[in-house]
């Protein structure tokens, strides 16, 4: 079974900064994604950005990219010139390819101050 | 502003009772998931179907039942409720079922049951 894993609970960054959030995941498929979400207090699931598991580039949206290091099983998330906006929870998911269900890790909650 | 939509935004309700939630989702998507985000669980995967037929299932309890209307709108029904199932229930929805799409979230539910 897949399983996904953010072993920062929480983390905080100030305005303007470079933040990075990491996620390991297990898995023996060979096509997947792999998602970041962003949760906000207002609850509403946002998506973020997305890596195919067979594109060797990293994806990249705006000020938010993502280091996918599929021998690693790692997919980590940097957040570039954060903003307060940003404060939210992120969360790293696995899309199976199998299933189309998707698998999320436990959360790490950011706090861009001021 | 993902184009799922979900009713009710909130419901509160007393142990012993029987709810349910809608999601429609947006337009052109034929499948529609379920999830459910607790504190102690975390986000989890409860139920898919995709034009109509139920084509995956989670962690979801027997007291836990969904369908797909022809119209593609989906009811998630609770019964029976329980103090641990207050939470947020999320609907999701992806051009197909299976394989690598994007899923949209919907705002959430939010279940109290007291």
């Known amino acids: 079974a897949q399983t996904v894993t953010q072993s920062q609970p929480e983390m905080s960054v100030q305005e303007a900064e470079t933040v990075t959030l990491s996620c390991t995941y297990d898995t023996s498929e060979n096509n997947y994604y792999l998602f970041w979400y962003k949760q906000p207090p207002s609850r509403q699931m946002i998506l973020v950005i997305r890596?195919?598991?067979?594109?060797?580039q990293n994806a990249t949206e705006n000020r938010f990219s993502v280091n996918f290091q599929k021998a690693a099983k790692s997919f980590s998330l940097k957040i570039s010139d954060s903003q307060l906006g940003d404060t939210a929870m992120y969360f790293c998911a696995f899309l199976s390819s199998n299933t189309g269900k998707l698998i999320f890790g436990q959360g790490t909650t950011l706090q861009v101050k001021p | 502003d993902s184009g799922v939509t979900q009713t009710p935004k909130h419901l509160i309700t007393a142990t012993g009772q029987r709810v349910t939630l809608r999601c429609s989702p947006r337009?052109?998507?034929?499948?529609v998931y379920w999830y459910q985000q607790s504190l102690d669980q975390g986000l989890q995967f409860l139920i898919q179907y995709y034009n109509g037929e139920e084509r995956a299932k989670g962690n979801i309890l027997e007291r836990f039942s969904a369908q797909q209307f022809p119209d593609l709108h989906s009811e998630l029904n609770l019964s029976s409720l329980e103090l641990g199932d207050s939470a947020l229930y999320f609907c999701?929805?992806?051009?197909?079922?299976?394989?690598?799409?994007?899923?949209?979230f919907g705002p959430g539910t939010r279940l109290t049951v007291t």
């Open positions: 337009s052109g998507d034929l499948s």
């Open positions: 999701a929805s992806s051009v197909a079922g299976g394989g690598l799409y994007e899923q949209y």
């Open positions: 890596q195919e598991a067979y594109k060797q």
